[in-house]
């Protein structure tokens, strides 16, 4: 069965700090991870995926993440954390079909 | 601009009334979705469609009816069946094949009086 894990509801950073928001997945065959990020009453917006090639996909705002086969994991990372980071985070994994399965969110709160 | 609009953005639901929410795109995707959001449990699949007259449940379907009559609209009844649809509605969008990010509209909060 196909599944999303983001194992912490709740990060906190303080401004100019790297952040890490983890994801680890569970798929038959060949994994496409997403991350999105959500702002308070809007709709969900891309940040980055990895469908193939390198490991490390840089995205929007400066995010990044981090594709481990072997960990099963796409951790999203930024280098210095902003106060407008501050959101609630989605990863998502699809394979082969169309539909995506999200996780459960991870909040990210920048501390100024 | 191209992009998805949902429709209202707010919405109250009385007891025994069915109420649809509309979701249109003009980015010419040909799949399309709904997403219920609760909080802490992340967006699960409503219904999904991947072309014209043709959708297909996903995961919590029961309560729900949808239409594609028209490859821009994608909309979502819910009706008096779904006992607890006081959520957050968001639909999506994609060219098509698990590869392809998907768009999401705004989203439509509905509650009940």
């Known amino acids: 069965a196909q599944s999303v894990a983001q194992p912490e509801d709740q990060v906190n950073v303080a401004e100019g700090n790297p952040l890490t928001v983890k994801c680890t997945y569970s798929?038959?065959?060949?994994?496409?991870l997403f991350w999105y990020v959500q702002y308070p009453n809007r709709g969900l917006q891309f940040l980055l995926k990895y469908i193939t090639g390198d490991n490390l996909v840089k995205g929007s705002y400066g995010f990044e993440a981090e594709f481990n086969k072997s960990q099963t994991s796409f951790h999203l990372k930024k280098p210095s954390a902003l106060v407008s980071d501050s959101a609630l985070y989605f990863c998502?994994?699809?394979?082969?079909?169309?539909?995506?399965?999200f996780g459960t969110g991870t909040r990210l709160t920048v501390i100024p | 601009d191209g992009g998805i609009t949902q429709s209202p953005k707010y919405l109250f639901r009385k007891e025994g009334q069915n109420v649809t929410l509309s979701c249109e795109q003009n980015?010419?995707?040909?799949?399309m979705y709904w997403y219920r959001q609760d909080p802490g449990q992340g967006l699960r699949l409503i219904y999904y469609s991947q072309i014209v007259n043709d959708f297909q449940k996903g995961d919590i379907a029961e309560g729900y009816s949808v239409s594609r009559e028209k490859k821009e609209s994608f909309p979502l009844t819910v009706t008096s069946a779904q006992k607890n649809p006081t959520a957050f509605y968001l639909c999506?969008?994609?060219?098509?094949?698990?590869?392809?990010?998907?768009?999401f509209g705004d989203g439509t909060r509905l509650s009940i009086l």
């Open positions: 999506a969008s994609s060219p098509g094949g698990g590869h392809q990010p998907q768009h």
């Open positions: 798929v038959s065959g060949n994994p496409y």
């Open positions: 980015l010419n995707h040909d799949a």
């Open positions: 998502a994994c699809g394979s082969g079909a169309n539909n995506l399965f």
